[in-house]
T-cell receptor, first 117, second 119 residues
């Protein structure tokens, strides 16, 4: 069975300080993992994805995540927070696509990131 | 074009109304999805269409009726909704496993959503 746990429901940082959003996953086979961001009243935007290539994944807007199989983690980091980073972040595990069935995503419960001036 | 569009942005309807939500993509994706999202919660999958055929229905009440007229369009017809159906409705699309060779990664592209309020 696949599952995702985001360890913090809310993270608050000051502008210019590092961001760490934590995610642990459980999967019975090699997973695909994603981080999506959602700004208020907007759709979800893909930040980055891990698909069994490099374990350190770089995404948009300076975010990156490291896949650690031994720790079953996929934490999201950014060296320096910007006010525009304030949003909801979802860690997602993906089932592989099945022919003629599309595919399911397993979402974490989300982490709300606040950025203080 | 790497965008999924949804119309309308906002919709207010009474419990006896009939309305429709529309989703469109021109990325050549053959899998399309409807999600429902309540405030401060992750999206919940409602329906999946694969090659214009309904492949997954997550036990959604019949007052929600999906339709996929062609490979670029996805509709969600609404009838006799309840106030608890008020939510953000998101559409997404992805390649399907048989597309462009052997695509296995389920990377979904989301639209901006329709904010639905049922009075």
């Amino acid at each position: 069975a696949q599952s995702v746990t985001q360890l913090d429901s809310h993270v608050s940082v000051s502008e210019g300080t590092p961001v760490l959003l934590r995610c642990n996953y459980s999967s019975s086979y090699s997973p695909s993992l994603f981080w999506y961001v959602q700004h208020p009243n907007k759709g979800l935007q893909l930040l980055l994805k891990y698909t069994s290539a490099a374990t350190l994944v770089k995404g948009i807007n300076g975010f990156e995540a490291e896949f650690k199989k031994s720790e079953t983690s996929f934490h999201l980091t950014k060296p320096s927070a910007h006010m525009s980073d304030a949003a909801e972040y979802f860690c997602v595990v993906s089932f592989p696509l099945i022919y003629n069935q599309g595919g399911k995503l397993i979402f974490g419960q989300g982490t709300e990131l606040s950025v203080k001036p | 074009d790497t965008e999924v569009t949804q119309t309308p942005k906002h919709l207010v309807m009474g419990m006896t109304n009939k309305k429709s939500l529309k989703c469109e993509q021109h990325m050549g994706h053959r899998a399309m999805y409807w999600y429902k999202q309540k405030a401060k919660k992750p999206p919940e999958l409602m329906f999946v269409y694969s090659y214009e055929k309904l492949s997954i229905n997550e036990s959604v009440p019949s007052r929600f009726s999906p339709e996929c007229p062609n490979s670029s369009l996805l509709n969600l017809h609404l009838h006799a909704l309840q106030p608890e159906d008020s939510a953000l409705y998101l559409c997404a699309s992805s390649y399907q496993s048989g597309d462009r060779g052997r695509v296995l990664v389920n990377e979904q592209f989301f639209g901006p959503g329709t904010r639905l309020t049922v009075l």
